[in-house]
């Protein structure tokens, strides 16, 4: 079951939510870049698939934001 939402066939854990904190943990720490939070999450994930769509969500949800300049994602308090 690879679903973005918990719905009744897929669990809270199966679901890019129950990713939230795991990402969001790293990012708050400080700036990173894309692929050094990518090393350290993706033992949680179920592959790149799931680490975009957990980005983009938290993303939409202006938890994260991304800095072009300095190429890093950041969290938004």
Do not use: H, W
Request: net charge negative; hydrophobic share 45%.
């Amino acid at each position: 079951c690879s679903m973005l939402f918990p719905n009744k066939l897929c669990s809270y854990n199966e679901s890019i939510i129950s990713k939230f904190p795991i990402v969001l943990r790293v990012i708050k720490q400080g700036p990173v870049t894309v692929l050094s939070l990518y090393r350290q999450v993706i033992g949680n994930m179920t592959g790149v698939n799931e680490f975009i769509d957990v980005l983009d969500c938290l993303y939409a949800l202006r938890m994260i934001e991304y800095d072009d300049e300095k190429e890093v994602l950041r969290y938004v308090a």
